[in-house]
């Protein structure tokens, strides 16, 4: 079955900076990889997704890409805040799943002012 | 904006109990989803739910886990006899379908159940 890594597990960012997070993913029939930012005492909250037809995708601050030869996807977060400070999850689906995803284990960011 | 509602937001329960956690998913969303998150590791899936049936279930989704869309509005998950290793987050999610195809469609989470077995 699919398996999604994610790392760094912990990132430590000064405010103004960028971050990048990075996932693989082991199925190549996955053809779709959201990210979520989870708060503390909250449920994961979609930020930005992409589907395997594109390379990249931008949402202001927020960009995602991917590589499906490599099998791997990346989020980037530019000119980072305090409120971007917390957990973040990569996860992918497998075409012709029925809406499985699968999760990395999560990468906590800490922007610092 | 529309969300996916969850409750209880904690539910204390002693072992051997049974359980049931509530959702009431996004009003036009067709496609229906429980994960749970144990503490300090990813998120897992549980089961998926389309047209009042199972969709797909993981190796976590056993006999003792059951769904159910009572009404219009409410999803729920029952856990029949609770044991300590199902101590957890539960989340519930929903996504849109629109007739494509749903394994990529975005699927919006509540702030979820935290469940503990006593």
């Known amino acids: 079955g699919e398996n999604v890594e994610q790392h760094p597990s912990t990132l430590s960012v000064q405010e103004g900076d960028s971050a990048v997070i990075k996932c693989t993913y082991s199925?190549?029939?996955?053809?779709?990889f959201p990210w979520y930012k989870q708060e503390l005492g909250k449920g994961p909250q979609l930020i930005i997704d992409?589907?395997?037809?594109?390379g990249e995708k931008k949402d202001q601050r927020i960009a995602v890409t991917l590589n499906k030869t490599a099998k791997h996807f990346s989020l980037h977060i530019t000119e980072t805040q305090p409120e971007d400070s917390a957990v973040y999850f990569c996860?992918?689906?497998?075409?012709?799943?029925?809406?499985?995803?699968?999760f990395g284990k999560g990468t906590k960011l800490s922007v610092k002012p | 904006e529309p969300e996916v509602t969850q409750t209880p937001s904690h539910q204390v329960t002693q072992m051997g109990q049974e359980v049931i956690l509530r959702c009431v998913p996004i009003?036009?969303?067709?496609?229906f989803y429980w994960y749970r998150q144990i503490l300090g590791q990813k998120v897992e899936f549980l089961v998926s739910?389309?047209?009042?049936?199972?969709?797909?279930k993981s190796e976590i989704f056993d006999d003792q886990f059951s769904v159910e869309r009572p009404d219009g509005s409410n999803f729920t998950l029952k856990i029949r006899s609770t044991k300590l290793e199902d101590s957890a987050m539960y989340f519930c999610?929903?996504?849109?379908?629109?007739?494509?195809?749903?394994?990529?469609?975005?699927?919006?989470f509540g702030d979820g159940t935290r469940l503990s077995i006593l």
């Open positions: 996860a992918a689906s497998r075409r012709g799943s029925q809406g499985n995803l699968i």
């Open positions: 199925d190549s029939a996955s053809n779709y």
């Open positions: 999610a929903s996504s849109d379908g629109g007739g494509r195809e749903y394994s990529n469609q975005p699927q919006h």
């Open positions: 009003s036009n969303h067709l496609y």
């Open positions: 739910f389309y047209n009042n049936e199972i969709s797909e």
């Open positions: 992409i589907r395997s037809n594109v």
